[in-house]
Nanobody
């Protein structure tokens, strides 16, 4: 079982920027979709952005034009650059990855990061 490791959260002022990173460590054969989700207190977890293994991206409407997702396949790492942050972006951000553990595995398994707090002050 692979645990994703997140970093980059923190406290920023409205209009500021943060870059979150998430790495899938250990022995891995391949990683397909990687993405970011967030959950604010009292709300359900919602999709922020997803990037496929070939670089195709999907963004939630509320982050389009402000957030950019990217990945480094050699490092099994996904990033999200967040700019023009708003107080309503305050949430715990979780990364997710679909991972094939070995060549012998017939399908992928989904792994989640531990979550990193992003707080945007007004």
């Amino acid at each position: 079982q692979v645990q994703l490791v997140e970093s980059g959260g923190g406290l920023v002022q409205a209009g500021g920027s943060l870059r979150l990173s998430c790495v899938a460590p250990g022995s891995i054969f391949s990683v397909s979709d990687m993405g970011w989700y967030r959950q604010a207190p009292g709300n359900e977890r919602e999709l922020v952005a997803v990037i496929t293994s070939d670089g195709s991206t999907v963004y939630a409407d509320f982050v389009k034009g402000r957030f950019t997702i990217s990945r480094d396949n050699a490092k099994n790492t996904v990033y999200v650059q967040m700019t023009s942050l708003k107080p309503e972006d305050t949430a715990v951000y979780y990364c997710k990855a679909d991972i094939r553990r070995s060549e012998a595995s017939r399908h992928e398994f989904t792994y989640w990061g531990q979550g990193t707090q992003v707080t945007v002050s007004s």
